[in-house]
């Protein structure tokens, strides 16, 4: 049988296999709200071990895109339980992805009088979809002020509380894809100089304050974080190699420390070899591997050890039996490139499946 398929276990996850669903953005969330479209949407996918959700806002200001949902208000924690209880019955565990968007945001997404903010007053280049004015661009952030940086990291910690309220197992920090944890860790973004801001060990102490908050409020094992060393997306733009891996190495041995359930790794082709290394050293719990694995690829990589868990993406996006035709060795869907993020359930929730 394919390891991929056996269950896993770990001191924090016990999962029914090694499959994750990777976070996507779905932008279903008609005003922000979690609801019945996308409990369907997760349950027709729970045949993976773990699901974790597309990015979720912990606060008003963190609404970037539209139509992605909250976890701020209690309509939003009743939404998510058609999720999560749907999920459940399947066996399957369920992380929320907390996702602060920062920069990457547009006011037109956000509610009245909310401003987008970063961690600095720099813009990231390019735009950005709005339902009301279309494509815009990408204004300038109002830079967190120190306490404002406390008052997000507060809202982190009544979101991760509000999304166990909600009957989630955990939640993963979106530190990944250049949203707000990553614009404070790359120096081309944070040029604060404040304690967030400057050295190394100042720009990650926010992902590291988030992280050690967070497992305080809901405990280590309920909490996951995902990165992207060397990543540029969302306008970060490389900076020094030395540096880059300094920072990824540092921030794997604080989890470490804290307890971490997992750290989620997007793989992309410009994270070197040894970095990733340094982080199985330094981090002593899951790995999670997720971009562009095919069940060839996921097997070879759990076989040799570098990954514990493998996380699908778009796969999962236009398969919702992909565990069903892993085992067949089935050709999978091709994903729908033109429904990604509207508001309807086409190329969503109608995708083929092998068995009715």
Same mark, same amino acid.
Not at 9 to 17: D, E, G, R, V
Not at 90 to 109: D, E, S, V, W
Not at 126 to 138: E, P, V
Not at 200 to 224: C, L, S, T
């Given at each position: %049988?394919?390891?991929?398929?056996?269950?896993?276990?770990? +001191?924090?996850?016990?999962?029914?296999?090694?499959?994750?669903?990777?976070?996507?953005?779905?932008?279903?969330?008609?005003?922000?709200?979690?609801?019945?479209? %996308?409990?369907? &949407?997760?349950?027709?996918?729970?045949? =993976?071990?773990?699901?974790?959700?597309?990015?979720?806002?912990?606060?008003?200001?963190?609404?970037?895109?539209?139509?992605?949902?909250?976890? @701020?208000?209690?309509?939003?924690?009743?939404?998510?339980?058609?999720? !999560?209880?749907?999920? /459940?019955?399947?066996?399957?565990?369920? @992380?929320?992805?907390?996702? /602060?968007?920062?920069?990457?945001? /547009?006011?037109?997404?956000?509610?009245? *009088?909310?401003?987008?903010? #970063?961690?600095? !007053?720099?813009?990231?280049?390019?735009?950005?979809?709005? *339902?009301?004015?279309? %494509?815009?661009?990408?204004?300038?952030?109002?830079?967190?002020?120190?306490?404002?940086?406390?008052?997000?990291?507060?809202?982190?910690?009544? $979101? $991760?509380?509000?999304?166990?309220?909600?009957?989630?197992?955990?939640?993963?920090?979106?530190?990944?894809?250049? &949203?707000?944890?990553?614009?404070?860790?790359?120096?081309?973004?944070?040029?604060?100089?404040?304690?967030?801001?400057?050295?190394?060990?100042?720009?990650?102490?926010?992902?590291?304050?988030?992280?050690?908050?967070?497992?305080?409020?809901?405990?280590?094992?309920?909490? #996951?974080?995902?990165?992207?060393?060397?990543?540029?997306? #969302?306008?970060?733009?490389?900076?020094?190699?030395? !540096?880059?891996?300094?920072?990824?190495?540092?921030?794997?041995?604080?989890?470490?420390?804290?307890?971490?359930? &997992?750290? /989620?790794?997007?793989?992309?082709?410009?994270? +070197? $070899?040894?970095?990733?290394?340094?982080?199985?050293?330094?981090?002593?719990?899951?790995?999670?591997?997720?971009?562009?694995?095919?069940?060839?690829? =996921?097997?070879?990589?759990?076989?040799?050890? *570098?990954?514990?868990?493998?996380?699908?993406?778009?796969?999962?996006?236009?398969?919702?039996?992909?565990?069903?035709?892993?085992?067949? #060795?089935?050709?999978?869907?091709? +994903?729908?490139?033109?429904?990604?993020?509207?508001?309807?359930?086409?190329?969503? !929730?109608?995708?083929?499946?092998?068995?009715?």
């Amino acid at each position: %049988m394919k390891k991929l398929l056996m269950p896993y276990s770990s +001191p924090a996850l016990n999962l029914k296999n090694h499959l994750v669903m990777a976070p996507m953005t779905r932008s279903r969330a008609i005003g922000n709200l979690p609801n019945a479209l %996308m409990a369907e &949407y997760y349950s027709q996918r729970s045949g =993976a071990g773990l699901i974790i959700t597309e990015g979720t806002a912990p606060a008003p200001e963190a609404l970037g895109y539209a139509r992605i949902p909250g976890i @701020f208000s209690s309509e939003q924690i009743e939404g998510w339980k058609l999720t !999560t209880s749907a999920v /459940h019955k399947n066996n399957t565990k369920i @992380f929320l992805q907390l996702m /602060h968007t920062g920069r990457i945001g /547009h006011p037109a997404n956000l509610p009245e *009088d909310v401003q987008v903010v #970063g961690a600095s !007053t720099i813009a990231a280049a390019g735009q950005m979809h709005t *339902d009301i004015a279309g %494509m815009q661009d990408y204004p300038v952030p109002v830079a967190l002020s120190t306490l404002g940086v406390q008052n997000v990291i507060s809202g982190y910690v009544s $979101a $991760a509380k509000n999304a166990i309220a909600a009957g989630f197992d955990g939640v993963e920090l979106h530190a990944a894809n250049g &949203y707000l944890i990553e614009q404070f860790l790359n120096p081309n973004v944070n040029n604060r100089t404040d304690i967030y801001g400057g050295s190394m060990e100042n720009r990650a102490r926010f992902a590291i304050e988030v992280a050690q908050r967070v497992a305080d409020a809901i405990g280590k094992e309920k909490v #996951g974080v995902r990165i992207s060393p060397n990543s540029t997306l #969302g306008d970060l733009q490389a900076y020094d190699a030395d !540096t880059t891996q300094e920072t990824y190495i540092h921030l794997s041995r604080e989890f470490n420390r804290i307890g971490l359930a &997992y750290v /989620h790794i997007s793989i992309n082709p410009q994270i +070197p $070899a040894q970095t990733l290394a340094a982080i199985r050293t330094e981090f002593e719990g899951t790995l999670i591997y997720c971009n562009t694995y095919t069940a060839e690829k =996921a097997e070879a990589e759990l076989n040799n050890g *570098d990954a514990d868990l493998i996380a699908f993406g778009r796969a999962f996006l236009a398969n919702p039996d992909l565990e069903q035709r892993i085992i067949n #060795g089935t050709e999978l869907n091709a +994903p729908d490139f033109t429904t990604l993020y509207t508001p309807s359930s086409k190329g969503y !929730t109608d995708y083929p499946v092998l068995f009715n």
